[in-house]
């Protein structure tokens, strides 16, 4: 099973609909929560992080942790083309708080 | 720009070749990373600096050599690559105090894309 599972996509959708990322991961014992977008040829660039269970929003962007049932998931609300990137979802170690794990990203399209 | 600088941006190398690739933060940051990206493969963790201090190595093969001389720079040294090395090396930094706040966030650099010959 692999630590942090995303579904690699694409997922489509419209402008200004709601796009909705999710991803699964493996240490019960996580405590951190990591949303990244990552542009075609570019590094990653954090825009959420989450360590408590429930919703945890900034802007069009609303974080999601379930703890208990080990997914967190990223809303994405007047989905832009902009918005057109690889998101990567990773989760700290229970062991080492430094490590984070990665998932292979979900691809999102946002088109006109 | 996120306040982390590397260099070279890319990089062709044979598999003879010594070469380093550089890391630099300006951010204040005491911890500080290597991550290897491949295509179609989640990052890989390679290596972990804490105040200057090697705290992992994620079984990196020997032909890769990091270096950390203070909190701010950090090394890649490579020798003897093969092409299957071929990928985007990032590097990243944070606050390791952040560790009370529970917020470990890491910055990452633009990369090196490395291609092996």
């Known amino acids: 099973q692999k630590e942090v599972e995303q579904n690699s996509g694409p997922l489509s959708v419209p402008e200004g609909a709601i796009a909705s990322l999710n991803c699964t991961y493996s240490?019960?014992?996580?405590?951190?929560f990591f949303w990244y977008r990552q542009y075609s040829g570019k590094s990653p660039e954090l825009i959420m992080f989450i360590y408590s269970n429930g919703d945890k929003e900034d802007g069009r962007f609303t974080a999601q942790l379930n703890k208990a049932s080990q997914y967190v998931s990223l809303l994405i609300r007047d989905s832009q083309p902009s918005d057109s990137a690889t998101y990567l979802c990773a989760v700290n170690t229970a062991y080492n708080t430094d490590k984070l794990i990665f998932g292979t990203g979900t691809r999102l399209q946002v088109f006109p | 720009e996120t306040g982390v600088t590397q260099t070279p941006r890319h990089l062709v190398m044979g598999m003879t070749n010594k070469k380093s690739l550089k890391c630099e933060q300006h951010l204040g940051h005491n911890a500080m990373y290597w991550y290897k990206q491949s295509a179609k493969k989640p990052l890989e963790l390679m290596f972990v600096y804490n105040f200057k201090e090697q705290t992992e190595n994620n079984s990196v093969p020997s032909r890769f050599s990091p270096e950390c001389p203070n909190s701010s720079h950090l090394f890649l040294h490579l020798h003897t690559l093969q092409p299957e090395d071929s990928a985007l090396y990032l590097c990243?930094?944070?606050?390791?105090?952040?560790?009370?706040?529970?917020?470990?966030?890491?910055?990452f650099g633009p990369g090196t894309r490395l291609t092996v010959t």
């Open positions: 990243a930094s944070s606050q390791e105090n952040a560790r009370t706040s529970g917020n470990y966030e890491q910055y």
């Open positions: 240490d019960r014992g996580s405590q951190s």
